[in-house]
């Protein structure tokens, strides 16, 4: 998906923003990259590769090549970023967290109109998204209009930040699908995906930007340049599984909520489950969900699988799936004595394929499990992901739930009018799709947490959130 920090400093910007990108690289894990703006709009920009190191170490030798009272940093899934683009506005740096679905249209009427190339596209051909945001950005009379024009014309999602003379505009996607949150400490602002970039940077959440607002962030302060929209959809899966632990979205911090989930699994298993020895939580997206249950439920919480921290400390992400179903078994280390003999309960985030979630439950009988119970955090994932870029495989054709209901309608691919009857919570169909997850994963047993129980434990207007993987509800334009 990926994530951005910006800046603006009486003083230099330099080790804010290196450090505040930094705490964005749980969102991202391809490219990483920073630009900083010096008093006459000259913008002196770097990109690295990060698929196989963390970014502080890639960027350590730059930063004395930065200088400024104002940059931009991205951690970026896919594309090259943040690009620096000569337009009629001047040069500026430019860094989105976007995911285009119409890219291919939108670059064709560029050159219907005449616009004679893109020079950022992979070696493939993939056009950089990033480009195609500035190109349509470009359009218009200013960056503000040309922001907004983009977002309308953007099949999908798009947020950005844009450096230039000095200035950093700061604009959050027009649903809102994607957080963007301004802090302040004196002499600096600062613009963040996630807000846990703030407190040991010393600022403090000034303002969260509503689904389509527009800031400007000079030294002298914010200004408004777009008010919100009325319509939000912000991403449940940040409260589910990507939002770092300490961050706060719509003032909800990501940890409490999956406490109060977890504790939401275990009451409704109450008397149901009374063997169970333990609660486990898959590293590191499910342990506070199962944190929630096992306090709950007077379970013990154990640790077993433990991550192997010291050479995987970020979750990286290679494009292959095979690869990155080998390096997500190495990441994991069984707990023999916590697991021979026992009856375990285990927390996860979501089954999205189930290729991992079954490789484990094999593990955990081989190594002597006597049952083993799995939660999931959130309802049966039934459709790809139209908003966001993610490093996850979630093609819809893979997911598991989707797999198991195309094995009962005996079908290649189920249509939308076949899913609707699986989507009724403990419908017959639910239940019949949700026991062809249990028996392929091998599980003793399987529970999904219910859409209303989890936006409940978030503690969330249901109208502020997107649920479109879950119910393939979206806004009706
Ligand atoms: S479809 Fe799912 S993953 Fe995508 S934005 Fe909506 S809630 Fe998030």
């Known amino acids: 998906m990926g994530g951005f920090f910006g800046v603006v400093s009486d003083g230099d910007c330099v080790c804010d923003l290196f450090y505040g990108t930094d705490y964005h690289s749980h969102l991202g894990t391809k490219r990483g990259g920073m630009a900083v703006c010096d008093g006459e709009n000259r913008i002196t920009r770097r990109i690295h590769d990060i698929t196989n190191a963390q970014f502080r170490s890639k960027f350590d030798d730059d930063l004395g090549k930065f200088g400024g009272h104002a940059g931009i940093g991205v951690i970026s899934d ?7 683009i000569s337009s009629k506005f001047g040069s500026y740096s430019i860094a989105t967290v976007s995911k285009i679905n119409n890219i291919n249209e939108l670059a064709s009427e560029a050159f219907d109109r005449g616009i004679t190339h893109f020079s950022e596209s992979s070696s493939s051909g993939e056009l950089n998204p990033t480009e195609v945001a500035a190109m349509l950005i470009n359009q218009k009379d200013s960056i503000v209009e040309g922001i907004k024009y983009a977002q309308s014309r953007i099949d999908g ?36 995906m996630e807000s846990t970039s703030f407190p040991n940077l010393g600022y403090k959440l000034k303002h969260e930007l509503g689904p389509g607002e527009i800031v400007e962030i000079t030294r002298k302060g914010v200004i408004q340049k777009q008010v919100p929209g009325d319509t939000m959809k912000l991403c449940t899966f940040f409260w589910v599984y990507y939002g770092y632990p300490s961050s706060c979205y719509e003032g909800i911090n990501t940890e409490s909520a999956r406490y109060r989930n977890g504790e939401s699994m275990a009451a409704d298993d109450q008397g149901q489950l009374d063997e169970i020895d333990s609660v486990c939580g898959i590293p590191d997206s499910g342990v506070a969900h199962a944190i929630g249950y096992s306090n709950a439920a007077g379970k013990p919480y154990r640790r077993s699988f433990v991550k192997y921290t010291p050479t995987w400390p970020r979750s990286f992400m290679p494009q292959n799936q095979a690869v990155r179903d080998l390096v997500a078994r190495m990441k994991l280390i069984p707990v023999r004595d916590e697991i021979s003999g026992k009856r375990m309960l285990f927390c996860d985030d979501s089954i999205v394929r189930g290729t991992q979630m079954r490789d484990t439950v094999v593990r955990l009988y081989e190594l002597g499990a006597k049952a083993v119970h799995m939660r999931s955090a959130c309802p049966p994932l039934v459709f790809g992901c139209k908003f966001l870029n993610f490093s996850r495989s979630r093609s819809e054709l893979d997911l598991a739930a989707r797999r198991a209901i195309a094995r009962l309608e005996k ?4 249509t939308d009018e076949m899913i609707q009857k699986y989507l009724v919570y403990n419908s017959p169909e639910y239940i019949a799709m949700v026991d062809g997850v249990r028996r392929e994963l091998n599980l003793t047993t399987l529970k999904y947490q219910s859409l209303e129980k989890l936006i409940k434990s978030i503690g969330i207007d249901p109208d502020k ?13």
């Open 465 to 477: 959130v997107c649920t479109y993987c879950w119910n393939g509800r979206d806004v009706e334009k």
């Open 78 to 84: 896919y594309e090259d970023q943040p690009l620096i």
């Open 157 to 192: 999602s798009l947020s950005v930040l844009v450096l230039m003379n000095g200035s950093v505009f700061a604009a959050r996607d027009r649903y809102g699908r994607t957080p963007v949150l301004i802090g302040e400490k004196t002499g600096s602002y600062a613009a963040a």
């Open 411 to 414: 079908v290649e691919e189920p």
